[in-house]
Nanobody
Framework: QVQLVESGGGLVQAGGSLRLSCVASGRTFNNYMMGWFRQAPGKEREFVAAITSIGINTYYADSVKGRFTISGDNAKNTVYLEMNSLESEDTAVYYC???????????????????WGQGTQVTVSS
């Protein structure tokens, strides 16, 4: 089992910034991917960003490209999501997820991630 704990959410004004953190513990495995997803009220959970262990490639949803940055610190078993120029549309619960990396085609699919955190609320006021 892998345990994921997110933190860093909160209330911020439009145009502001937040940094989310996700600390992983438990079983470790090679060739993994770590992703951030979000879910707004009444909407489906959607992909935000992901990072892979091999090659340390990063991927982003079009809606956050240029504003959000995903990064990882292997020594701390932590993945970060730096969010800048926040918009009201970014308001959601943000979830950290982990799974085996099996190709770029699957990076945004929720069913390819085996472990999920409890989520952290991000609210952007306009």
């Amino acid at each position: 089992q892998v345990q994921l704990v997110e933190s860093g959410g909160g209330l911020v004004q439009a145009g502001g910034s937040l940094r989310l953190s996700c600390v992983a513990s438990g079983r470790t495995f090679n060739n993994y991917m770590m992703g951030w997803f979000r879910q707004a009220p009444g909407k489906e959970r959607e992909f935000v960003a992901a990072i892979t262990s091999i090659g340390i490639n990063t991927y982003y949803a079009d809606s956050v490209k240029g504003r959000f940055t995903i990064s990882g610190d292997n020594a701390k078993n932590t993945v970060y999501l730096e969010m800048n120029s926040l918009e009201s549309e970014d308001t959601a619960v943000y979830y950290c997820a982990a799974g085996y990396y099996s190709g770029q085609s699957f990076i945004a699919r929720t069913n390819r991630y085996d472990f999920w955190g409890q989520g952290t609320q991000v609210t952007v006021s306009s």
